[in-house]
Antibody, heavy 116, light 108 residues
Framework: QVQLVQSGAEVRKPGASVKVSCKAS????????IHWVRQAPGQRLEWMGW????????KYSQKFQGRVTITRDTSTSTAYMDLSGLRSEDTAVYYC?????????WGQGTLVTVSS | EIVLTQSPGTLSLSPGERATLSCRAS???????LAWYQQKPGQAPRLLIS???SRATGIPDRFSGSGSGTDFTLTISRLEPEDFAVYYC?????????FGQGTRLEIK
């Protein structure tokens, strides 16, 4: 079955960076995009950006432009989300999701905690 | 950016009742690129409906979606105990992709 498995929880200090991975299985990785969405405590879901896993094109939400980088490794069917300049407001669960347009399925989520 | 506003914020109903959830967009959502997701505590969201009215694979037919333009509705015809969760709408017709703030469906 189609599955996305994310890396484990991370704790970072303000100003640091974090890289979350998302390993896909059960489908041809290069024929879909991978999106990244985050959910801060008590907040709505927030789209960060996406990568076309085949051609590698990316698009980012303006809110995160300059701080987020999404990459992929086709040899391992894995996508990555790198967020720099972390601040306390970046504490959230980060999800990857397979998409063309709508998102299906989603990874299990990765909690990133930013604390001094 | 298209802002999605969901109502009500919380809906209290009993199993067997009908639930009607609303999602209103600040601008028209192109080509009905509107999806609905269900999220249970500690879990990732799950796709229910895409294209405003198409049920995702494996989703029971008690879930239905309707609407176009700026007004969309998710209806659950007869609530089952497992349906009590938070529901989000999402528009994917224009960038940035945006989500509503969610409707919490709780047991009365």
């Amino acid at each position: 079955q189609v599955q996305l498995v994310q890396s484990g929880a991370e704790v970072r200090k303000p100003g640091a960076s974090v890289k979350v991975s998302c390993k896909a299985s059960g489908y041809t990785f290069t024929t879909y995009a991978i999106h990244w969405v985050r959910q801060a405590p008590g907040q709505r879901l927030e789209w960060m950006g996406w990568i076309h896993a085949g051609i590698g094109d990316t698009k980012y939400s303006q809110k995160f432009q300059g701080r987020v980088t999404i990459t992929r490794d086709t040899s391992t069917s894995t996508a990555y989300m790198d967020l720099s300049g972390l601040r306390s407001e970046d504490t959230a669960v980060y999800y990857c999701a397979r998409g063309g347009n709508y998102f299906d399925p989603w990874g299990q989520g990765t909690l990133v905690t930013v604390s001094s | 950016e298209i802002v999605l506003t969901q109502s009500p914020g919380t809906l209290s109903l009993s199993p067997g009742e009908r639930a009607t959830l609303s999602c209103r967009a600040s601008q028209s959502v192109s080509s009905s690129y509107l999806a609905w997701y269900q999220q249970k505590p500690g879990q990732a969201p799950r796709l229910l409906i895409s294209g405003a009215s198409s049920r995702a694979t494996g989703i029971p037919d008690r879930f239905s979606g309707s609407g176009s333009g700026t007004d969309f509705t998710l209806t659950i015809s007869r609530l089952e105990p497992e349906d009590f969760a938070v529901y989000y709408c999402q528009q994917y017709g224009s960038s940035p992709i945006t989500f509503g703030q969610g409707t919490r469906l709780e047991i009365k």
